[in-house]
T-cell receptor, first 111, second 115 residues
Framework: TQLLEQSPQFLSIQEGENLTVYCNSSSVFSSLQWYRQEPGEGPVLLVTVVTGGEVKKLKRLTFQFGDARKDSSLHITAAQPGDTGLYLCAGRTQGAQKLVFGQGTRLTINP | NAGVMQNPRHLVRRRGQEARLRCSPMKGHSHVYWYRQLPEEGLKFMVYLQKENIIDESGMPKERFSAEFPKEGPSILRIQQVVRGDSAAYFC?????????????FGQGTRLTVV
């Protein structure tokens, strides 16, 4: 079973559209991170959220941590082809030391 | 993530050989994680090490796989008697300390192909 469930697993949309990717769990996380990975490369950290209800913005990307710290979302406004990639959420449950990952959302933005 | 160095980037081994994957963490980082990724999948946790200690190896296969992070030198993930199913991308991440806000930074990975 996957501790972190991401949805959708695949998403293909047109340039200029908005989208939201979800990361859900039945467990409480002390912190949650979002990464973006391109083919042949390692994941690159985008953001870390630690407080329930926290919202962080990174240009056209908006990250939210659920009030109960069990879920998170990534919203992209006016998607661009350069946003194409594999988006991964990862987190540590309370008291745990290892960082666990969701299965990823593969996003394709078509020009 | 440019600070975490993994080598080699690509490794080809015949079935039955040994594979050694190396990871040099970012300067000042004393915690290392190893992950495995199959094509079109997310990252699966393998092992978490601190200098000279294995903290959590719950994701490591019971046989053929071992990891170390010596006081001096890089962390090593060792796979003995490789099989075709070991073919995957292996990623290392490092962090400076343990804590709920601690961020992990990844290397570019080693792509292992077993022929």
């Amino acid at each position: 079973t996957q501790l972190l469930e991401q949805s959708p697993q695949f998403l293909s949309i047109q340039e200029g559209e908005n989208l939201t990717v979800y990361c859900n769990s039945s467990s409480v996380f002390s912190s949650l991170q979002w990464y973006r990975q391109e083919p042949g490369e390692g994941p690159v950290l985008l953001v870390t959220v630690v407080t329930g209800g926290e919202v962080k913005k990174l240009k056209r990307l908006t990250f939210q941590f659920g009030d109960a710290r069990k879920d998170s979302s990534l919203h992209i406004t006016a998607a661009q082809p350069g946003d194409t990639g594999l988006y991964l959420c990862a987190g540590r449950t309370q008291g745990a030391q290892k960082l666990v990952f969701g299965q990823g959302t593969r996003l394709t933005i078509n020009p | 993530n440019a600070g975490v160095m993994q080598n080699p980037r690509h490794l080809v081994r015949r079935r039955g050989q040994e594979a050694r994957l190396r990871c040099s963490p970012m300067k000042g980082h004393s915690h290392v994680y190893w992950y495995r990724q199959l094509p079109e999948e997310g990252l699966k946790f393998m092992v978490y090490l601190q200098k000279e200690n294995i903290i959590d190896e719950s994701g490591m296969p019971k046989e053929r796989f071992s990891a170390e992070f010596p006081k001096e030198g890089p962390s090593i993930l060792r796979i003995q008697q490789v099989v075709r199913g070991d073919s995957a991308a292996y990623f290392c991440a490092s962090s400076p300390q343990q804590g709920r806000n601690t961020e992990a930074f990844f290397g570019q990975g080693t792509r292992l192909t077993v022929v």
